[in-house]
C-alpha cells in the first residue's frame, strides 16, 4: 500500500475538490511513500555533484516516459507531498485527525479485519474516508464496501482507488466500475469524481481499450439509509427486455 510518484496528480485533483480536506480523517491501510527517492526533495544546491547527476538522470528518464505515453504528463511534487507517508501529506494540507485502520501494520491506530463488521462507534464518525488500493485485498467485498461508507458522516466524501482490469494477482479482485458507482449511488452518495489512468499513472478517456486500469472515485455522502441496497448489473435488465 502506497502513494506512488505516478499517481500523484490524480491526488492533486481529488485534493481539490471543494469540501473533501475536513477532519477528522481515516485513512484504510497505512499507506508510505516509499517510492519518492529523497534526491528528488533536496535543492540543487544541498546536494553532492554525484547526487546532482543522479538527479538530472531521473528528470531525464520521466520525460522520456512522458514522451512515450508511460506516464503522466504532470511531473510536480509540491513541498507538502515531500513526505513519507499519506498522513504527514494531509497534514501539511491542513488536516489534524488522522487515524488508520489497519489489520497488519501495527502503525494503525485500529487493527480492524475489514471482512468484518466495524465497530459500531466508528460509524458516521469521519468526514473523509480514503481507501487508496486496500479494499480488493479483502475477501468480502461486500462488508468491507458497507464498513467503509457506513464509517462516512453525511456530507462527507468517500475516495476510492480500486483496479477495474487486468492487474494479475495484485489482489483479490477486480472491480466492474459499475459494481462500485453504482453501489455507492444506490446507497446515499452522489459521485463527484471519476478518472480512470493505468497502474503506471497515465490518463485514460477509453479504460475498456487498456491492460491494467485503475479507477479513482470521490464520492459524497448525501443520505444514510437504514439498510445496504445492493446492486443489480443493469445491462442484464435491459437484455431481458428486448428477449
Known sequence: MAVLRRHLPYYFEIFSVPGLLRDPVLTFGYQTTFEFRPTQFQDWSEISFGRKIKKLGLQILERIEVWRGLRHPDLRIPREYWEADLNSILRNLGLTQIEVIDLFDKRANYQIDMNKPAPAEMRGRYNLVMDIGSTEHVFDTRQCLENLIGMTRVGGHLVLQLPCKGCFDHGFHTFSPECILSFL????????????????????????????????????????????????????RTWYKNV
Open 185 to 236: 449511488e444506490l446507497n446515499g452518495f452522489a459521485i463527484v469524481l471519476e478518472r480512470y489512468s493505468t497502474f503506471t499513472g497515465v490518463p485514460l478517456s477509453m479504460p475498456e481499450e487498456a491492460e491494467n486500469v485503475l479507477l479513482w472515485c470521490v464520492a459524497k455522502k448525501e443520505s444514510a439509509l437504514e439498510a445496504t441496497v445492493i446492486p443489480q448489473q443493469g445491462r442484464w
